[in-house]
């Protein structure tokens, strides 16, 4: 599953998710994390992993520390307690809309063609 | 990673346009995340820096910080809306002020509470996420005792009762406050964010537009006054205020690098920074509490050890040698005035000081300096209080 138009609307939950799962990471580590775990299916771009870092920082689901690592700084992102209410509450929305999705794609009886071709 | 590729890797985000530090440190942070990686899988860094950059379209870091500062401003934040108010406000007060309307007085209360109430509620705004009760409290300390200060600054303008008290409370608080934060923070060490550098971190950038609004506007008001020989109070209120302002904000400024520069931590820069603190805060004392004499010794003495705070404080955007340069011809100032106002010096020596050429140098260093928060932090303090003083030791009033 290559399609940005797919990962675009599921980045934030995906972010959440991650976050409940790990007390605290940081942009690389997201990025590592979902390649990882997607089997290099899913590669988060720059542009489309840090605005909404940003964004649930702003909306205060996210807090940020800095800590020096290997002589640079380097940004942890954690979850409020609001931000993990709404993480729970997202995958799951998107675990309904995931089993939602699969019956709607789930190939229909009618449309199996093969018998046809095989008479 | 060697010193060469970290510089390679600041030279390629300047190229990109990314400018704003926070996402700047995570860019950097984060590329050099993929090339240790792409090095520990036996690639040389070279042909890992290929690689990498070669996946990123040109400006794409500055078109990802534009999007990152669009989500920032976009979010309704009511300290926001208060720090417009207060500029609509003060623009008000300069033009009836000019005009010679009335009301200045309901229209310097309402400034005076409009920034009030920017502070405030940037301050409750901000805490809302945070949990830690210790360091919300020091913050709403902190929004008190500047309250404070402007409810006796106004009293004072207004010649009402309660002035002295007022102020005593606001310095008591704030001396408590300050120097508390400065060792919280230094004790803590470098290794977590708080939610003081946090907030002040996120309003940084305000607090500067506001500043030097404030302090275009003053300064305006000034040549207006000196033109049309009219009293400068509006400008004197603006310019105290923008005194302080900047005080603060490069006290806070300071909360940062004693996270960042690590190394440079010491005992020293602690207490200079704490016995700085004093010295920028009991000269705001009332007369009675403080004479003149000794406040200006202290004012002096602020902007010295200011100074000596900016030097050991330098980043890579100023040059070193332009910047001793400008601590000393600020430092100068400071003591050649002391020194005529504690009549140690001939008051002629004014002209020495008080100068177009020295004006101009000191502008010049406000400009210079825009690339460093804390230097200019402290230079739009030294431009404001000469700007203050100079048609006053010129006589012009």
């Known amino acids: ?119 | 990673m060697k010193r060469e590729h970290i510089d390679l890797i600041e030279n390629y985000l300047d190229q990109q346009g990314l400018t704003f530090k926070p996402l700047r440190v995570e860019m950097k942070d984060h590329l050099i995340g993929d090339l240790e990686a792409q090095i520990e899988n036996g690639v040389s860094f070279e042909k890992a820096w290929e690689l990498i950059t070669g996946e990123i379209p040109n400006h794409h870091f500055k078109n990802l910080q534009q999007e990152v500062m669009d989500t920032l401003n976009k979010k309704f934040n009511p300290s926001r809306a208060f720090s417009y108010l207060s500029l609509i406000l003060i623009f008000t007060l300069v033009l009836f002020k000019i005009l010679h309307f009335p009301l200045l007085g309901i229209l310097l209360l309402a400034t005076f509470g409009s920034i009030g109430a920017t502070l405030f509620s940037g301050a409750v705004f901000s805490l809302y996420p945070f949990k830690n009760k210790k360091e919300s409290l020091l913050l709403l300390g902190v929004v008190i005792g500047i309250g404070l200060f402007l409810l006796s600054f106004f009293a004072q303008i207004k010649g009402l009762p309660g002035v002295a008290p007022l102020r005593t409370t606001s310095v008591v608080i704030l001396l408590i406050l300050f120097p508390t934060i400065i060792l919280y923070l230094g004790q803590k060490g470098n290794n977590e964010e708080y939610i003081l550098t946090h907030i002040h971190k996120n309003n940084s950038p305000g607090i500067e537009r506001f500043l030097l609004i404030l302090l275009v506007l003053a300064v305006g008001l000034r040549l207006v006054s000196i033109a049309f020989e009219s009293t400068p109070d509006v400008s004197n209120v603006l310019l105290f205020l923008v005194i302080g302002g900047a005080g603060l904000h490069f006290f806070a400024l300071n909360w940062h690098s004693n996270k960042h520069d690590q190394g440079r931590q010491s005992w020293w820069l602690q207490a200079g920074l704490v016995f700085g603190f004093i010295c920028f805060i009991l000269p705001i004392l009332n007369n009675v509490v403080l004479s003149y004499n000794i406040r200006i010794v202290v004012a002096a003495c602020f902007y010295l050890i200011a100074g000596l705070i900016i030097l050991a404080r330098l980043n890579k955007h100023i040059n070193r040698t332009i910047a001793l340069t400008i601590v000393i011809v600020v430092s100068m100032f400071h003591i050649v005035w002391l020194l005529i106002n504690l009549n140690i010096l001939d008051p002629s020596l004014n002209s020495v000081i008080f100068n177009l050429m020295y004006m101009l140098f000191l502008l010049g260093a406000l400009i210079y300096t825009n690339k460093h928060k804390m230097f200019y932090a402290y230079m739009t303090m030294v431009f404001a209080r000469y700007m203050l003083e100079y048609p006053n030791q010129l006589g012009l009033w």
């Open chain 1, 1 to 119: 599953m290559k399609s940005k138009e797919f990962i675009r609307g599921t980045i934030r939950t995906i972010v959440l998710k991650l976050l409940s799962d790990k007390k605290r990471m940081y942009g690389y580590e997201i990025t590592q994390h979902v390649a990882e775990l997607s089997k290099d299916q899913i590669k988060l771009t720059y542009g489309a992993l840090y605005p909404i870092l940003y964004k649930l920082e702003d909306e205060a689901l996210l807090v940020t520390s800095t800590e020096i690592v290997d002589n640079r700084a380097r940004k942890y992102y954690s979850l409020t307690p609001k931000g993990k209410e709404i993480a729970i509450e997202k995958v799951s929305e998107l675990q309904k809309f995931a089993e939602t999705l699969k019956i709607i794609l789930r190939p229909s009886p009618s449309a199996n063609l093969s018998p046809v071709w095989n008479q």
